[in-house]
């Protein structure tokens, strides 16, 4: 009986601890989509307004755990060049580049 006790006890953290890893992504996500909008509507002329959202998803969809972060601490300094420069390195990815044709962006149009 003790054991059981133990590996609910055990399953009820894990799952806690699981459902605040996915708010706290979920939260980064957000913010980083703040930040890499933002930058595709000042720096990346080519992309239509009404295609912004699809192609800001595109972005993120095909960013690391790491590139999520730098994005959404952008969302708080501020986008810089070295916000630009990830977002181009992101969409320089074929999986990205498909995405975005998926999307309906047919050119990618840089700064």
């Given at each position: 009986?003790?054991?059981?006790?133990?590996?609910?006890?055990?399953?009820?953290?894990?799952?806690?601890?699981e459902e605040t890893?996915?708010?706290?992504?979920?939260?980064?996500?957000?913010?980083?989509?703040?930040?890499v909008s933002e930058?595709?509507?000042?720096?990346?002329?080519?992309?239509?307004?009404?295609?912004?959202?699809?192609?800001?998803?595109?972005?993120?969809?095909?960013?690391?755990?790491?590139?999520?972060?730098?994005?959404?601490?952008?969302?708080?300094?501020?986008?810089?060049?070295?916000?630009?420069?990830?977002?181009?390195?992101?969409?320089?990815?074929?999986e990205t580049q498909?995405?975005?044709?998926?999307?309906?962006?047919?050119?990618?149009?840089?700064?």
């Amino acid at each position: 009986m003790m054991i059981r006790t133990i590996a609910f006890s055990a399953l009820v953290a894990l799952t806690a601890c699981e459902e605040t890893t996915r708010a706290v992504d979920d939260a980064a996500r957000r913010s980083a989509k703040l930040a890499v909008s933002e930058t595709v509507l000042t720096r990346f002329p080519a992309v239509p307004k009404e295609l912004v959202t699809p192609f800001t998803d595109c972005v993120i969809d095909n960013a690391s755990a790491s590139e999520i972060g730098a994005f959404a601490r952008d969302a708080v300094i501020g986008v810089s060049e070295n916000t630009a420069t990830l977002v181009r390195t992101v969409l320089e990815r074929p999986e990205t580049q498909q995405c975005v044709v998926r999307a309906g962006v047919n050119a990618l149009g840089t700064a």
